[in-house]
Structures are given as C-alpha cells and as structure tokens.
C-alpha cells in the first residue's frame, strides 16, 4: 500500500508543472548533491553500508524539491523562512510549533512567508515512519528530499524578505552566495565533520539552523554592498561558456575578494548542512526502532518508482505552469 502511495505522489507531483531549465533557487545542483552525498559518510556502521548503495540516488535527487517548485502550489514555501516578516524580534514572537503558528497568523500567511523548519520537522517524522515500514522507496525519496531542506535552511538569504537583495539594490546576492563562491571554492573545503549524532528534537535543531543563518544575513548584505562600491564595474563580471551558452557571471576576482571577507561563511554553513543531514537521518532511523537495514540486500527501487521518475523527469523539461509563488531568484 505505502508503495502504490508513493507511485501516486510522485506522478502528482509530476503532471503540475515541471520547470524549463534548472533552477538557481538555492545551493545550486552541484552544491545540494555533494552536501547529501557527504551526509552518508557520516552516519554509523549499521546505516552507512545501505546508504552507500543508493548513494547515487541520494545525491542525483537531492534536487528533486526545486525541480518541483513550480509544480505544486505550496512546494516554494518549504525551502525557506521570511522570519524577518514576523518584527524585530522574530524568534521571540513565532510560535516553534506548527499548531500555535497556524492558531497565531494562519496557514496562509505561514506558507506566504516560509515555512522551512516546520517542514523539516514533518519530514523527519515521515522517514522515520518509512524506515518503521521498511518501504526502500519511500526510505530514499524522504532521504534525499529532507537533505533538501535541510540544507536549503542553512542558507542566510532564506531566512530574509530581502532573499535576493531587491530591496537594496543587490539583485543576484542570492545565487552569487549560494552558487557561485561553492562552485569555484568547494573543492578546497575541508568535508570532514565528524558522524552523525541523535538529535533529541528535530524541531528545535530546525529552529537553531534557521536563527544561526538569519544572523548572517547583515555580513551577506553589508559586505557586498561595502565591496561593490570600490569596485570597477567592469570587472565585478565576466562572461563564461555554459555548455553552447556564454552567461554572465560575477567574476573570478570579485568572487575571491566577497569570500575573503565572508571569511569561510558559506563553507561553514556548508559543513553544517552536512553533519545535519546525516544526523536528522540517523534520528528518524533511531526513533523507527533502528530496523535492520542489511534486511534489503540488494533489493533497489521499484520498477514503478523509476517509471514514475522518468515521467516527472521528462515533464520537467517539456512542461510549464504560471502562477507559483515563493522566493523568486
């Protein structure tokens, strides 16, 4: 049954909307697969050898979640948390759980505005209930998806109404911190941190990762903003090869000088979303009873899963609805 449940969410998520090229929402893809690759090398003996299998799969579909962004109306709002919405003091005035939330602003104005470390939460429950039901596919699927998450709170420009420097002249902030420096610096970060520890309430760790990146949000703005204003403008970008495309992109010397004075800000966050990962996996398969994952063997997803994935894969390259909403990068 659990299965055929899975089939039927995944087409569902399908049919909706499939965007026309990758997205820049968050990470980047290449920053979101190595962060859920590295989290299973993080986990203890008795998960590390099953998650080793499916690494691929972990790692490939760690970007499922912005591939359907736009498919289903209230996907957006999982990936981040506008606190700043919420008043000076924000950590103070939004309830932790989703039930007084709801009770204090409405589910409507929670989901227009973010609502990242309530998912994360209902995530690691719905794992925990897979590893309980011994369903692979469901196992995998909320694996890679919760890495998503996860790691997409661990980014400051997801905790703020000002995601993408709109509101201070600093558009292009958002993919400039998430994709670019990763993508010309992460093969000099230092990947070990450590294994995966129990973490006691899922909900306050999501509460925790969202308050430390918010803190972070100033020196994301502020040393832009202080770097572009010595700059020679015609040196803050440059123009690379995409594959058959040339793009702009900020350039090489400007990227080095914005992570010099980030000071390691984006491998740290990095880092964290890693141990994270692995950790709130670890936690739902403690808290199913630590089923004997040995039991699948060489047992791999369904037929039908993959069906299913190769539907969504292709709708996502062909299809395209409007009216999504969400941070915009």
Do not use: C
């Not at 309830?95 to 009770?103: I, L, M, N, S």
């Not at 914005?258 to 390691?264: E, Q, S, V």
């Amino acid at each position: 049954m659990l299965k055929k449940l899975i089939i039927v969410f995944i087409i569902a998520l399908a049919v909706f909307f499939i965007p026309e090229k990758e997205p820049a929402y968050s990470w980047g893809f290449f920053a979101h697969k190595k962060i859920n690759r590295l989290a299973v090398f993080t986990l203890p003996q008795d998960m590390m050898g099953f998650y080793k299998k499916h690494i691929e799969y972990i790692s490939e579909h760690a970007v499922d979640p912005d591939r359907r962004r736009s498919a289903v109306a209230d996907e957006a709002a999982r990936h981040y948390i506008d606190i700043d919405h919420y008043g000076a003091h924000p950590f103070d005035s939004v309830p932790k759980f989703w039930k007084a939330a709801v009770k204090k602003y409405t589910e409507d104005t929670l989901k227009a505005y973010g609502i990242v470390p309530w998912h994360i939460d209902k995530m690691v429950y719905r794992l925990q209930e897979a590893f309980k039901a011994e369903n692979l596919d469901l196992i995998l699927h909320y694996s890679a998806d919760l890495g998503h998450y996860i790691a997409d709170s661990h980014v400051p420009l997801h905790t703020t109404e000002n995601y993408n420097g709109q509101l201070t002249n600093q558009k292009g902030i958002h993919g400039f911190w998430e994709s670019r420096i990763p993508e010309l610096k992460s093969e000099g970060y230092d990947y070990w941190v450590g294994r995966a520890k129990y973490i006691e309430r899922p909900i306050d760790k999501a509460w925790s990762t969202v308050k430390a990146s918010h803190a972070a949000v100033d020196s994301v703005l502020k040393f832009e903003a202080e770097l572009n204003a010595k700059y020679d403008p015609d040196k803050k970008y440059s123009f690379e090869n995409r594959g058959n495309t040339l793009v702009k992109v900020y350039s090489v010397e400007y990227t080095e000088d914005y992570n010099k004075m980030l000071n390691g800000m984006v491998e740290r966050r990095m880092r964290d979303a890693i141990i994270t990962v692995g950790s709130l996996w670890y936690t739902a398969w403690v808290n199913a009873g630590k089923p004997d994952l040995s039991r699948f063997g060489d047992k791999n997803i369904s037929d039908s899963l993959k069906k299913a994935q190769e539907k969504e894969e292709q709708l996502w390259k062909t299809g395209k609805i409007a009216g999504s909403k969400g941070h915009d990068d």
